[in-house]
């Protein structure tokens, strides 16, 4: 799996703005995809998923889309707040299998 | 539901002693996850159950880690004995093992090994 090191990377919005965060992953048999959100002292919080018969799937003020030809996911924010700022990871896994294979997490830092 | 709950959330101990770590998955999940996270290694898999059975514990770093899970309601994870590199936060997660429903990640446990 993939690490997050001490140089996280960092993605800086105006609060109001956008935020678009992305993944990219190796497995081309992976068809399960996640993306977490994780606070300060808080353990990784489920946000949206989408199976890979899917190519775009959307939330509440998020949107998860799938590029399988370039094995690349992003997730989009729409209109970032103050409390979305956290670190941001994707997990993705084959279904039916339990290994998650976790992305380099993006910390996200709203500014006011 | 009140989620994976996990305790103690914060656990301060010398070199040397024993550390239990415990988990309490969410009510009808049938697998259960354990993770370290560190800055410098991110998230970690060490040892996943599936209806109570160990199924694969590979990355558990050593013979001093070991996990139970006695029952579908509980499951522990012992460090013996205890090192400062283990010192890190160590999260428990659940999920409902179909066709790879989410997991459901509990608060964690932070761990200091002085």
């Known amino acids: 799996g993939e690490s997050v090191g001490l140089h996280l990377p960092t993605l800086s919005v105006q609060e109001g703005d956008n935020s678009i965060i992305n993944c990219a992953y190796s497995n081309s048999a992976s068809d399960y995809f996640i993306w977490y959100k994780q606070e300060s002292g808080k353990g990784p919080q489920f946000i949206i998923d989408i199976r890979s018969n899917m190519d775009k799937r959307q939330g509440q003020r998020v949107t998860v889309l799938l590029n399988k030809t370039v094995k690349h996911l992003s997730l989009q924010i729409a209109a970032t707040q103050p409390g979305d700022s956290a670190v941001y990871f994707c997990a993705v896994t084959i279904s039916g299998t339990y290994k998650y294979i976790f992305g380099t997490g993006t910390r996200l830092k709203v500014l006011a | 539901d009140a989620g994976v709950i996990q305790s103690p959330r914060h656990e301060v101990t010398e070199m040397g002693q024993e550390v239990t770590l415990r988990c309490k998955p969410i009510s009808g999940h049938n697998s259960l996850f354990w993770y370290r996270q560190t800055m410098m290694r991110g998230l970690e898999l060490l040892i996943y159950?599936?209806?109570?059975?160990?199924?694969?514990d590979s990355g558990m770093p050593e013979d001093r880690f070991s996990a139970k899970m006695p029952n579908a309601s509980f499951s522990t994870l012992k460090i013996q004995p205890s090192e400062p590199r283990d010192s890190a936060v160590y999260f428990c997660?659940?999920?409902?093992?179909?066709?790879?429903?989410?997991?459901?990640f509990g608060p964690g446990t932070r761990l200091t090994v002085l």
């Open positions: 997660a659940s999920s409902l093992m179909d066709l790879g429903n989410e997991q459901f």
């Open positions: 159950f599936n209806n109570n059975v160990p199924i694969d």
